[in-house]
């Protein structure tokens, strides 16, 4: 279990309803931004979910990083396909360099 200040785990009841997702090809953004509820939360509680989601500490999340962010939200996560992950990519990549920023 990672850590840094909030941990997913403080989420878990919002989560509960992730394992919709879980399937295969099932995985879509804008679905999961509604479910766990990302646009509720404090400019402070996003930075931290940003912070455990930037595994190497960057600054920016990266597409290798995405690829597990299911697995931070649910115990019985799986690893975004290709596409599902280029997707979230897109979503979230505001200035078009292949990357996540905390802003």
Known sequence: RVCVDIC????SEQFSGLS???A???????????MVGLKK???ED???VFHILD???????EEEELKFVLKGFTPDGRDLSDK?????LAAG???GDGKIGAD
């Open 55 to 61: 595994k190497d500490r960057s600054g920016f999340i």
């Open 8 to 11: 997913f785990s403080d989420f």
């Open 84 to 88: 599902e992950t280029k997707a979230l």
């Open 24 to 34: 295969a090809e099932s995985f879509n953004y804008k679905k999961f931004f509604e």
């Open 41 to 43: 939360k404090s400019p």
């Open 20 to 22: 919709s997702l879980i």
């Open 93 to 95: 990549d505001k200035d």
């Open 46 to 48: 996003v930075k931290k």
